[in-house]
């Protein structure tokens, strides 16, 4: 099972950017996905989540600007991201709880796409 990561990139003070992201592979049951991030010298932290059923969480500083949604026909979670700061600069990564007959559940987690804030 993999988690493939896209839509990172440069976006200046005020403007908006898009990520996807997409579970590949073998699988019994998709469960709660999510975004995380982070920045250079700071522990990773929540950005949202989405449970299987549509609920949703968000961290404290991004409510308000950031959207979470997953389509389940496609196994895949993406995150709107709107009036960006500098300060949501970071290394951002999915994951995402899954059941495969091998291991039960588990998380996994994507390799991480950049995002940068800045003008």
């Known amino acids: 099972v993999q988690l493939l990561e896209s839509g990172g990139g440069l976006v200046q003070p005020g403007g908006s950017l898009g990520l996807s992201c997409r579970v590949s592979g073998d699988f019994l049951n998709l469960y709660a996905m999510g975004w995380y991030r982070q920045a250079p010298g700071s522990e990773r932290e929540l950005v949202a989540l989405?449970?299987?059923?549509?609920?949703?969480e968000y961290g404290d500083s991004v409510k308000g600007r950031f959207t979470i949604s997953r389509d389940n026909a496609k196994d895949a979670v993406f995150l709107q991201m709107d009036s960006l700061k500098p300060e949501d600069t970071a290394v951002y990564y999915c994951?995402?709880?899954?059941?495969?007959?091998?291991?039960?559940?588990?998380?996994?987690w994507g390799q991480g796409t950049q995002v940068t804030v800045s003008s």
């Open positions: 989405i449970a299987s059923r549509g609920l949703t």
């Open positions: 994951d995402a709880e899954i059941e495969t007959l091998e291991d039960g559940r588990s998380m996994y």
